[in-house]
C-alpha cells in the first residue's frame, strides 16, 4: 500500500546474520513485495567504508553474512569487522580477532550494530554490542558502529531515496535503535506496540516517539491519511 | 628472607583457573616456600561474600576453581559469578550465565578480576574482565570485583595479617591492579620492572609508584635494608 500510493520506502535492518538475498527471500515468503535494492542493512554499509579507508577486515560474523563481503580484500587484515556471529563466537575466534586489533598500532573494531540480546524460540542470546563491548574494553578502543541507531546509517538510506530527513518517517519497534536513530538525523518516528516494544519504553528518560501505532497496518492507515 | 627476616607477608593473586592447593603447589616447584595459608586469592573472598549476602552462585568459571565453590550452595542460583573460565567461555555457557542474570529482579553479578588480558605460550588471550563488560552491557547491570585492585580485597589481606596498611608495602608488576589498588588501600606500593612491566607505565596518567625495582629479589633486599 505504501508503494502504490508513490511513497518512496527504504527497510533499515541491522540484520547481520544472512545476506539482504536471504532476507528479502524471508520477507517475500511472508507476503512483503520487497527487493534486495529497498533493503539498508549494516554489512553493505561497511563494505562502503572499507572500501573507502582502504580497509582488510579480519571478518567475526555469521557463517551466512560472509557472502556480503565476498569482494572485499580480506588478505593481512588491518581492522576487525564484528557482526552478530552467534556460534561462530568462540572462545577461540574470539581470542583470535583480539589478538588481531592488538597487533595494530591503532587497532580499527568496525561493528555491524550495537544491540545488546535477541530473543529466540530457545531463548534469550548475547547479541553483538556484548561482543563489541568486550574487545573495546581489552583493546581499549571505542568501536565504530554501522547500523542502527547511527546517524551515518540513517543518513544513507535517505540518500539512497533522494528524500531530506524532515520528509521521512521512520517506523520501528525499537525505541533506541529505531525512534531514537531516525530521531537525531532529524527524521520522526513512530513505534509499534509489536515485536521489540515494551510498556516500559513509554516511560523512557531520553526517546520519545511522535506517535505509538498498535502495529504495522495501522502505521501505514495513519500517514495515507495524511497525504 | 623476608619470612626469615621476621615480617609478615601475603600473596595477593587474582589467579582463578586453579585452587590456592595447586598455585601454592607450583610455587613450592619454583622454590617458594609458602603455603596455601598465606594467598589471598578471589575464589575465597568471593565464598565469603556468597556466605554473607545469602547468595547461591550460578559459576561461569574455570574447572580447575570449581573446587573452591565445594561448600556453597548452587542450587537455584540467585547471582553469576564469572572468573577466567578460558575455554569454559563459550557462546552457549555465556549466554546460560546471560539468562540466570536477566531472570533475577536485580541481576547480581560477581566478577574475580577485572583483567583485560593475558599472554600465554599461544598468544594473547581475553581475560574475565572483558566478559564482565559484555555480561555488564547485556544485562544493564554493574558487576561487583573481587580481587585485585578492589580495596576491600587488600584490606582482607591486611585483616589477615593484622598490619594496618601503613605499615605494609606492595610488590607487583600489574600497575593498576597491583601498584594502583594497594595506594588506594593506604599502602606503599613497589613496581617490579618484570613480567607485566612496560616502559609506558612509568608515564601512566593515574598511578605512580613510590618505587621502582628491577626485579623481585631487588624489591626483597630494599626492603631488608631499612629494617
Known sequence: RIKASGLKMRLCTNETQVTRENFVKKLRLMGFDVSVAEVTAPAPAACRILKERGLRPHLLVHDGLVPEFAEVDKTNPNCVVLGDAAENFTYANLNDAFRVLMGMEKPVLISLGRGRYYK?????????????KALEYACDVQAEVVGKPSKRFFESALAEMGVPPEQAIMIGDDIVNDVGGAQQCGMRALQVRTGKYRPSDEKHPEVKPDAYVNNLAE???IILQQL
Open 219 to 221: 502505521a501505514v492507515d
Open 120 to 132: 529466540e524460540t530457545d531463548g534469550l542470546k548475547l547479541d553483538v554490542g556484548a561482543y563489541m
